[in-house]
């Protein structure tokens, strides 16, 4: 059976899209950008040069936040849209 | 795993199943650590580790056999968030992590993090691009997608070929890493070794498929984390007396490395003239073989017997006013190893000519990114060190075997929780690594440099006796007197003897061993599992005979993992390539192939058949072409483009394969309203009135 997209739909299609979007250049900045200007901040001392540092261990953790970040987000926004699954399937 | 009982129940099952385990496990050890005391040899240690582990596994993997089709392939659907996240880290981890990683950390200091980065940043890009959608597709495999979504046998065929190619370059990768830590601690035979590994990794999948991997995985992965962090745990209690080494390596450790590193390279102070007479010894040894390559250039096969003339005629003169003994042997032993012709000898002395350039180079600062003589050639660093993470993150977001664990998931709620928890699980290894790399850094830095050559400590002495590519230790300039450029190492060391530099008992060595044998192990099993599948699911159900009964799919499946585990192991047994280039290989291979397609495939609804063919054809091809031209061992070495390495190329692969997919869609028609809709189906969670598409 066919199944109608409402605007709800689209709404929740944008957001998931906008929240996607926005992490993704959180992730660029935390791995690009970090690694470009690596030399740069290593100038910098934060619990060690900072740039060496954001390559061991701070970008990781940035990482780690962004999906936790983003199934927290996307699991409330199924509920909120009603798009969420049933309990225990 | 009963049937019936709510996931709720299953859950808390699951957990105090795992507890036990850990407390077993946990007790083992010490059992293990006792018998050490009671003067049990090495040896034995090691074999009761490498057999308890393996017997262990196999007993996880007869417990959860299974005769149903959708527990052999997904693992029955049910794996909550948190075990599926252990599983997937066990499955992620290889021994090239366990092993491979903190040494490489260790040998080239920042640009190594490059690992570091693109191992756990791909998560990003499966949590955000790929998990929840594939979840909700809920099919067995990755081609499985690509056929549904693509339509046709075609797509479907190029993703078992792609899925195939990657998974096997990664599996001789791990199968090697089992040989070789069953050699090292039990003395078995490399080619023995790799079939012992191999009869483990096949008694874990062979009843059970996926629901027996998945559930060995879990136990694996407690087993590597435990094993990874005591030692390092102690290390850093030992060096700095704070129990957090990824907080005590960079607050004291690194600091104080850095400040022996400016002593090493200042010829002013005591330690950096030492460094200094060892390296003119280098520099000499380079200039000498640079003069012996001209010379070569100039009087050709002349040059060649004069040479050997030379050394021939000194060995008559030793002879004749026998001094002593020693010296005699040296010089027979050169004229014997003298090379037999003037390619062989170009080859030694240029060797030779590059490996005493290298050692009389100045200390690399650890924490000094793209360190090189000039701005141009940091600028080249900086590019490769950027695409090899791009390369690594994408392939992570691609290999079939890390995706597939997806779809074991009982929602797409917590397909998302458990990449999560995958990320979370690999992290607590790999922020360990950097820590561990500096920790060990300094020991041999503070400690072993300008120790005495009479009174090595014990494990030195041990591992020089083990295999000389791993520490080699040779008194350059004669002053007994250990220096930084007299010390040659070899990455793995760094894992491997860590508990002895840390003054622990053998035992904890013997829990590392069957830590990295567990990170092989469980890597293996989900690319076998991922070959077999694909081979057995998508070529011979999907293509072959779709009418197929559930007891032939089985059988199907089970004799092809057993023919492509033992293709596997022979290829192994032949030793080919270096493996962290093959594991890079696999991961530019996979993100070429299947990134592009996926991605686009769920979130561009134009996407169609012709556009994946065209856009998984270019990728893989641009990516083996170069690969082929500019890799030494298949013999081209044609020019690098835009100076990128061949572990890279990947990032030419990538954006043909988007290009790829972009032109072969807008040049045809429009996909189906079929296919609209199952797009639509796998961006949504749930809807109303919803089509099915779980796979049966």
């Known amino acids: ?89 | 795993m009963a049937g019936q009982v709510s996931q709720k129940q299953f859950f808390q099952n699951l957990k105090k199943y795992y507890t036990f385990y850990t407390g077993g496990f946990i007790a083992f050890v010490i059992l293990v650590g006792i018998l050490e005391q009671m003067g049990v040899p090495n040896k034995m240690l090691g074999y009761m580790f490498l057999f308890a582990t393996i017997l262990l596994y196999a007993g996880i993997g007869f417990m959860a056999k299974t005769a149903d089709v959708s527990e052999y392939y997904v693992a029955g659907r049910r794996v909550p968030a948190l075990f599926n996240g252990m599983a997937t880290g066990a499955d992620w981890m290889s021994a090239a992590s366990f092993i491979g990683m903190a040494g490489t950390l260790y040998l080239s200091g920042y640009d190594g993090l490059a690992f570091v980065m693109g191992w756990t940043g791909g998560y990003c890009l499966v949590a955000l691009f790929l998990a929840p959608y594939l979840r909700k597709f809920g099919q067995f495999t990755i081609p499985d997608f690509l056929g549904a979504r693509f339509g046709g046998n075609i797509p479907r065929s190029i993703g078992v070929f792609a899925a195939v190619l990657c998974s096997f370059t990664y599996v001789i990768a791990q199968i090697y890493g089992v040989g070789i830590i069953t050699s090292r601690f039990t003395g078995l035979e490399f080619g023995i070794g790799v079939f012992v590994g191999l009869a483990g990794i096949l008694v874990c999948s062979f009843l059970g498929g996926m629901k027996a991997v998945t559930w060995t995985q879990v136990a694996q992965y407690i087993i590597l984390i435990v094993a990874y962090m005591i030692p390092v745990v102690w290390l850093s209690v030992k060096h700095t007396g704070n129990p957090i080494p990824q907080i005590s390596a960079y607050v004291s450790a690194l600091p104080k490395v850095t400040e022996l590193e400016k002593q090493f390279n200042d010829k002013t102070t005591p330690k950096g003239a030492a460094e200094e007479s060892v390296r003119a010894i280098f520099r000499e040894r380079a200039a000498a073989a640079d003069a012996k390559l001209k010379g070569l250039e100039a009087g050709g096969a002349s040059f060649l017997a004069e040479e050997k003339k030379k050394l021939e005629d000194k060995v008559a003169e030793l002879k004749a006013t026998s001094a002593d003994a020693k010296k005699t042997d040296v010089a027979e032993k050169a004229v014997k190893e003298f090379p037999a012709d003037a390619a062989a000898a170009k080859a030694k002395w240029a060797a030779d000519k590059s490996g005493n350039t290298a050692k009389a180079a100045p200390v690399a600062a650890h924490a000094e990114p793209f360190a090189a003589k000039d701005e141009a050639a940091r600028n080249i660093k900086k590019k490769n060190f950027l695409a090899l993470i791009l390369c690594l993150m994408v392939g992570t977001a691609a290999l079939p075997h890390i995706l597939m664990r997806y779809y074991t998931t009982p929602s797409v709620k917590e397909a998302r929780q458990s990449v999560f928890w995958s990320l979370f699980f690999i992290f607590l290894l790999y922020f360990t690594a950097p820590a561990l790399a500096i920790l060990v850094k300094f020991e041999i830095y503070n400690n072993l440099v300008g120790s005495s050559f009479a009174q090595l400590p014990a494990w030195v002495s041990n591992w020089q006796a083990v295999d000389k590519t791993l520490l080699f230790l040779q008194d350059v300039n004669m002053d007994g007197i250990v220096q930084r450029a007299e010390i040659a190492i070899g990455g793995d060391i760094v894992v491997l003897a860590t508990p002895e530099i840390a003054g622990l008992p053998y035992v904890i060595t013997g829990l590392v061993a069957a830590g990295g044998l567990a990170a092989a192990l469980s890597t293996a099993d989900g690319l076998l599992l991922t070959i077999a599948h694909a081979l057995s699911h998508d070529v011979y159900y999907k293509m072959i005979d779709p009418n197929a009964p559930t007891t032939r799919r089985l059988v199907v499946s089970k004799v092809l993992l057993l023919i492509v585990a033992l293709i596997a192991a022979y290829v192994t047994s032949l030793k080919p390539g270096n493996i962290l280039f093959l594991v890079g290989a696999a991961f530019s291979l996979a993100a070429a192939a299947f990134f592009p397609s996926l991605v686009l495939g769920i979130f561009w609804r134009r996407a169609n058949k012709l556009g994946a063919i065209l856009g998984m054809t270019s990728g893989l091809g641009v990516t083996m072409y170069y690969m082929y031209m500019t890799y030494p061992f298949f013999g081209v070495n044609a020019p690098l483009w835009w100076d990128i390495a061949p572990i890279s190329s990947g990032i030419f692969g990538i954006p043909v394969g988007i290009l790829g997919v972009i032109i072969g869609s807008l040049i045809s028609p429009a996909p189906s309203k079929e296919v609209q809709e199952l797009v639509d189906h796998v961006r949504y969670p749930n809807l109303e009135g919803d089509i099915s598409t779980v796979g049966t």
Do not use: C
């Not at chain 1, 987000?73 to 049933?86: A, I, P, R």
């Open chain 1, 1 to 89: 059976m066919a199944f109608q997209l409402t605007q709800k739909h689209h709404d929740y299609w944008t957001k998931n899209l906008r929240v996607t979007a926005i992490l993704l250049s959180i992730w660029f900045v935390a791995t690009f950008v970090v690694g470009w200007y690596a030399r740069e901040l290593n100038e910098i001392t934060i619990i060690g040069p900072l740039g060496f540092y954001m390559g061991a261990q701070g970008s990781l953790i940035i990482y780690v936040a962004i999906i936790w970040y983003y199934a927290r987000y996307m699991n409330n926004l199924d509920q909120e849209y009603g798009v969420h699954e049933g309990e225990d399937e």
